[in-house]
């Protein structure tokens, strides 16, 4: 146990383990210091001085965000000086920023504005120093307004040491410091993945996701065209901390919203998940049993991921499952089967996702694959935090809403397709119809805890009819390096593959702490949002993917069975490298 | 060592002629004989600046702005063994040579002469006789040396810091990061006296169980660079670097790092990530670059003066280097004399030495024999000290106090012509051009400061500009992230203490006492005294003097463009300026 120190915080006695910063530890007695460049999620850049502190016996005030309390230390944090100095550095930070949060994608919801209105701050004290930098909208799935841009340096951490993609970095020094793409390039350009952690993190408008609400208001008004949505499996989880309630599940009240919203049909990406597990599975099978492929399979339903695979490790194409993402899986069955049974003219169907995640906005128009139902399989991307903010503008009390059910033959679910949102959750699900598709039996106990929870990678061995199959689940993209550097090291070797099967997620937490969230996720937020997932699936009758009868159906009716030459061709894609990129 | 060493170097700003007047020392030294008894030596630096052609007869005789007709009459003098009096500088008594000891009087490429002049010695008594770390750092304490580089924290006490952390790495690094304007001492001991550095890294390692050491130096110096490179391998070549040294078990690497020219890299933190190959940007201590510095290994930096100093103190004993200085300020400190002083260059003073000795004893007094104004120390970080406190002790503790520090020791004479608006004005834009950018106080305060600085400067003050400057201040100096920023506000702050009449001249008589801020000062021709030459009105090229020789010439100051032309061209002072 750690050593614990004694020290005082506006005169009242604590103690806290060593090594507490005096924030944490003010906290713990009830004291707010504000901050405004620290993320609960992040380590301290320690960049805007907010946070300052009197020391009893230095002159010197320190930062609270990281700095240790140590042994009887004696510290203030409010008196006159202090809230005018930071007052003064608010204003200072004022000075240097746009200012116009009417017209701001994140009015209400930015820290800056809120810290600024807790100081009461009611003029622009100082001269304005105008930066002139331009928008960049270039991967129409991120967009970055470097004039906005408070230089806390949360962005370049996640995308650098968080995310290891290096996309984006400081620029310049002193006033001219900006964040940019590293070389002054346009972001398409760059090596971004699209994963968004950095608008998720970001605390002002300067980093947002691309706004696409407009596009699915237009399509609704438009009579011609036949509206269709899905819901991620993340977003149930996450769209209530928008309304006040985290942690609730909001599948029920999420149909009927939509339903209201004017969508013809309301369908659920948990059902895609459900297939992309049959054909996941039946590949894992083909590979563990045929050796068609190389092991280990490696899982491909997080586009970032992709992306970032065909960037940096192209070497790993050959073990990359080939199927697509869940929602581009709906996408391609609601212009085909769908459109089929129901007898609905396929061009008119205007398919829209609700996603945790930025870079499906990216995906949907990736390669000529994602064309597979002969039109764009999805049409419009939006966030769950762009989703929120339609559901302000629609004037639907969202949380009093009654519950309703999925449409058919589309919607149904089996607990397996849910817990695809968090990390681990597709190897859960996968597991539980691989050991099927193997053994030919179901199993007794479903759950596979040594793949849930937020360390950072998980490796685990299941028992499938006697086989060891040993497994991996990676998400942040800093952690993926270890993995497939084992799977390297023992190519090279020559010697077995230490894993059958690998699970790659690019945001930490997987899809509930996607890019697209609503703000301010931390690791506990992240645990809250998982736990609604595995409460879905354990109240499920049906938690085995290959159970769900509707996918039954889905195999009877049209695609044959996993695999099959028309589940490649709708269901399956290729990748390419882009070596441009490589290390 | 019988051969008598001459050291030559033209410091005009204008052209150096060091090539040439080399040649006519060569012939002067044939014609009389002494080619092989004397040697003529180009240096790069030899300690002034702008002071004509410099002739040192080593070891302690100095000639400024000599001319090409007074070299026969000084190698007359060498050849006798006397001093041309009417030529040479006055002796500097008052100067005490611990840090620059062997600048200007060895060979700065030669392991030997160092050698002979005590060189290395300082090692093998803390490997052989001191032995321990214990020992060696005690040693330091009983000297009471402070960090040359600007804060004057203890040296011991950083040592002993990384002696006692267990681990296993750790590094020692000297910051040749010089960066302050018109600061130069690192640069020529690194020049001058390089060995002297590289004993003081290997002492320090020894003393904190460091087994590797980084010189970070600025790609600016590359004599520097050069020269510690070439002490370094001497060193490898005579086993005083590398494995076992001189047969001990103490084992030691140095390496050169070079600095890109950011001025925050010569902070520790930002210097570390900077050696790190990363953005050379600071980061918020604790934890200190001892505990986890370089690569997250307990770390010691010390500044390149402050090394310089160890080896002597090893060698003489931490108590004989106590006996000089004051009570809290040990040893000798090197300033850079520059500004309006009629003797520029490094002088190395005991701490405890007042400005006005170091200014009119050492300095010559002020140039053209003008009245002095104030005293600026400490550079971008420092202030001005008003003449009234020019019998002021030089030690950390006394600068302070005045509102300004000691810093790397640049010391800037200004005189009746300087303005304190423009010197304030001239220093924030040092800050703002260097500020990295990474904290908001620092990056929008500094160039806030200087928008008003420039306002009040230009004619577009307001009075409550005042307050503003003194909010910005405040609030970079307490919430600023690094030195850099914590001090950028210390040249208007220290300014505005003693100087605030000068900003309300600015700000509410549009004036500029001094006569230094352009935008304020206005043209006029005084009839009494002008002769109708018309050479004001040939030479005004913004066509704002208009006239005739018959009728005379009048200013028009809405056209003037204040470039001072007529000013500088009229022969009969018939130009007002005001």
């Known amino acids: 146990m750690a050593k614990s120190i004694q020290a005082k915080i506006n005169d009242i006695l604590l103690r806290v383990p060593e090594g507490t910063t005096i924030l944490e530890a003010a906290k713990s007695v009830q004291i707010k210091i504000p901050t405004l460049c620290k993320h609960a999620d992040l380590p301290p850049s320690a960049s805007c001085g907010i946070c300052i502190v009197r020391v009893k016996g230095s002159n010197k005030m320190l930062r609270a965000c990281c700095t240790p309390l140590e042994e009887n230390m004696e510290i203030t944090t409010h008196d006159p000086e202090i809230v005018s100095i930071r007052r003064s550095v608010l204003e200072l930070i004022l000075s240097n920023h746009p200012n116009d949060c009417l017209i701001c994608g994140r009015n209400n919801n930015c820290e800056l504005q809120k810290l600024v209105a807790d100081f009461g701050i009611s003029e ?460 | 060592m019988d051969k008598k060493i001459i050291y030559i170097k033209d410091t005009s700003f204008a052209l150096d002629r060091t090539k040439d007047v080399h040649a006519i020392l060569l012939n002067g030294l044939r014609d009389r004989g002494m080619q092989d008894s004397v040697q003529a030596v180009r240096v790069a630096d030899i300690g002034a600046y702008n002071q004509g052609v410099v002739v040192k007869v080593l070891p302690d005789t100095t000639y400024y702005g000599v001319k090409d007709e007074d070299l026969g009459r000084i190698l007359d003098a060498v050849k006798q063994g006397t001093v041309v009096k009417e030529l040479a500088a006055r002796k500097e008594p008052r100067q005490l040579r611990i840090v620059l000891r062997n600048c200007g009087v060895i060979d700065p490429e030669s392991i030997e002469e160092y050698m002979a002049n005590e060189g290395y010695q300082a090692i093998k008594k803390v490997l052989f006789d001191l032995k ?97 490179q070439k002490a370094i391998d001497q060193c490898y070549a005579n086993g005083l670097l590398g494995k076992n040294i001189l047969g001990s078990d103490f084992n030691f690497d140095l390496e050169i790092r070079l600095g890109a020219g950011a001025f925050v890299c010569g902070e520790e933190t930002a210097l570390i990530a900077s050696i790190e190959g990363k953005r050379g940007a600071p980061h918020p201590r604790p934890p200190y670059p001892s505990v986890k510095g370089l690569w997250d290994k307990p770390t010691v930096i010390n500044n390149v003066e402050t090394l310089a100093n160890v080896a002597y103190i090893i060698n003489r004993g931490g108590d004989a280097f106590a006996k000089v200085g004051t009570q809290t300020s040990k040893g000798t400190k090197v300033f850079a004399l520059t500004g309006k002083v009629k003797n520029s260059g490094l002088v190395e003073v005991p701490m405890g030495t007042t400005i006005r000795e170091i200014v009119f004893d050492i300095g010559g007094g002020v140039y053209k024999n003008k009245n002095i104004k104030a005293v600026q120390t400490g550079g971008p970080s420092g202030g001005v000290i008003p003449k009234d406190f020019l019998d002021t002790p030089v030690d950390y503790e006394n600068l302070q106090k005045l509102g300004s520090i000691m810093g790397s020791g640049g010391m800037i004479v200004m005189d009746e012509d300087d303005c304190m608006v423009d010197i304030a004005r001239f220093y924030q834009r040092f800050c703002f051009d260097e500020s990295c950018g990474k904290c908001s106080p620092c990056r929008i305060g500094t160039a806030q400061m200087l928008g008003f600085l420039s306002k009040i400067a230009e004619g577009r003050g307001e009075i409550g500009d005042l307050d503003n400057l003194r909010r910005i201040a405040q609030s970079m100096q307490r919430a600023a992230l690094c030195g850099l920023g914590q001090t950028a506000p210390n040249p208007v702050i220290s300014t505005l203490r003693y100087y605030e009449d000068e900003y309300r001249v600015h700000i509410l008589d549009k004036k500029c006492p001094s006569k230094k801020c352009r935008d304020l000062l206005s043209y006029k021709i005084i009839p009494e005294k002008c002769k109708k030459c018309g050479l004001c009105f040939m030479n005004c090229e913004a066509k704002a003097i208009t006239g005739n020789k018959d009728d005379g010439y009048i200013i028009d100051m809405n056209k003037c463009v204040r470039c001072g032309r007529c000013f500088e061209v009229c022969k009969f002072k018939a130009v007002g300026k005001e």
């Open chain 2, 132 to 228: 321990t770390q214990d020992n060696t750092i005690d040693e330091m304490k009983k000297s009471g040396l402070r960090g040359r580089g600007g804060a004057g924290y203890p040296t011991w006490m950083k040592w002993n810091f990384a002696k006692k952390m267990a681990s296993d790495q750790k590094y020692v690094i000297c910051n040749g990061d010089e960066g302050d304007p018109g600061a130069y001492m690192d640069r020529s001991v690194l020049e001058g006296d390089p060995h002297s550095v590289v004993e003081g890294m290997m002492i320090a390692g020894f003393s904190v169980g460091a087994s590797v050491g980084y010189f970070y130096i600025r790609a600016e110096y590359p004599l520097a660079v050069e020269r510690i």
């Open chain 1, 124 to 583: 622009e004290y100082f001269p304005k120093i105008k930066r002139d930098l331009p928008k960049d909208d270039s991967t129409k799935a991120i967009v970055l307004e470097p004039e906005k841009c408070i230089l806390c340096g949360r962005c370049i951490y996640v995308c650098q040491d968080m995310q290891d993609v290096w996309a984006l970095s400081f620029l310049q020094r002193g006033i001219k410091t900006r964040f940019s793409p590293a070389g002054d390039i346009q972001l398409s350009e760059s090596p971004c993945i699209k994963c968004g952690q950095c608008s998720a993190h970001c605390p002002t408008g300067a980093i947002l996701e691309y706004y696409d609400t407009p596009k699915v208001w237009k399509a609704l008004q438009d009579p011609d065209k036949y509206c269709v949505v899905q819901i991620a499996p993340a977003v149930r989880a996450s769209i209530g901390e928008a309304f006040g309630y985290p942690g609730k599940n909001f599948t029920g009240k999420l149909y009927a919203l939509l339903r209201r919203l004017g969508f013809k049909a309301v369908f659920d990406t948990n059902f895609a998940a459900d297939v992309t597990i049959m054909e996941e599975a039946s590949e894992l099978e083909q590979r563990l049993i045929k050796g068609t492929k190389p092991l280990p399979l490696i899982t491909t339903c997080c586009p970032s991921w992709v992306d970032f695979m065909e960037k940096f490790h192209t070497d790993m194409i050959e073990h990359f499952s080939s199927c697509k993402s869940p929602h581009e899986i709906l996408g391609v069955l609601s212009k085909t089967y769908y459109a089929q049974k129901n007898n609905i003219d396929p061009s008119k169907i205007v398919m829209v996702s609700i996603m945790p995640c930025t870079s499906k906005k990216y995906e949907i128009t990736r390669s000529d694959e994602m064309h597979a139902s002969g039109f764009q399989d999805v049409d419009i991307v939006l966030t769950t935090r762009e989703l929120a903010g339609m559901i302000k503008q629609a004037g639907i009390d969202f949380t009093n809403l009654p519950d309703e059910e999925s449409d058919t033959i589309l919607g149904e679910y089996a607990g397996a397709g849910t817990i695809f949102g968090a990390t681990g959750g597709v190897m859960e699900a996968a597991v539980r119809t691989a050991n099927y598709f193997i053994t030919g039996k179901e199993l007794s106990k479903v759950d596979v805890e040594a793949v849930r929870g937020l360390d950072k990678v998980k490796e685990a061995e299941v028992d499938i009819g006697g086989k060891k199959i040993r497994v991996a689940v990676a998400h942040g993209m800093a952690n993926v390096e270890y993995v497939l550097n084992k799977v390297r090291e023992a190519k090279k070797a020559g010697k077995e593959t230490p894993y059958h099967f690998i699970e790659v997620m690019a945001c930490p937490g997987g899809c509930i702490g996607g890019g697209g969230q609503p703000y301010m996720v931390t690791d506990e937020v992240r645990m809250m949002r998982a736990k609604v997932l595995y409460e879905d699936d354990k109240a499920k009758q049906v938690r085995c993917s290959h159970q769900n009868p509707y996918v039954k159906r889905l195999y009877k009716e049209f695609l044959e069975k996993p695999l099959s030459e028309k589940s490649e061709k709708l269901l399956h894609t290729t990748y390419k490298g882009v070596p441009i990129y490589r290390r």
